[in-house]
């Protein structure tokens, strides 16, 4: 068998993932996790990410409605191992429980900037045609 020479994920480890994905937000959503800071904040598990032998989930989460998102990221790495034992019973078919790691999700702060950018004078000035000619 032979190695792919791309870099991309295969669709092996997008299924995972997304199974992962699933697991992660259902042990949030029903608030499994005795955490106040976790507790009374609401958060967007937007992607996961496997690694190619399929033993580390990255998770990219965003949380709503708070400043310090670092303090909530502490908190959710810190209860990974629980959380990795609460979404055992929903993966059951996979040969290793993955390690799971918790990471801020800056998709929407880029997005947001490119919506700026694109709302701006200069970029709406070149869209509609006005050109001012000198």
Known sequence: MTKPTSSAPSQRMLRVGEQVRAA??????RGEVRDDLLEKTVIS????????????ATAYVTPLG????????????????YIRGR?????????????VRFR???SFDNYKKIDELLR???VQRDLNGDENKD
Do not use: C
């Open 87 to 99: 979404i055992a019973g929903q993966l059951r078919s996979m040969k290793y429980m993955p390690e």
């Open 45 to 56: 598990v937007s992607e996961v990410r496997m690694s190619t032998d399929l033993k580390v």
């Open 66 to 81: 708070v400043a310090d998102h670092d303090g909530v990221i502490a908190a959710l790495n810190r209860h990974a191992k």
């Open 24 to 29: 992660i937000t259902q042990v949030l959503q």
């Open 120 to 122: 701006s004078p200069e």
């Open 104 to 106: 801020d999700d800056t």
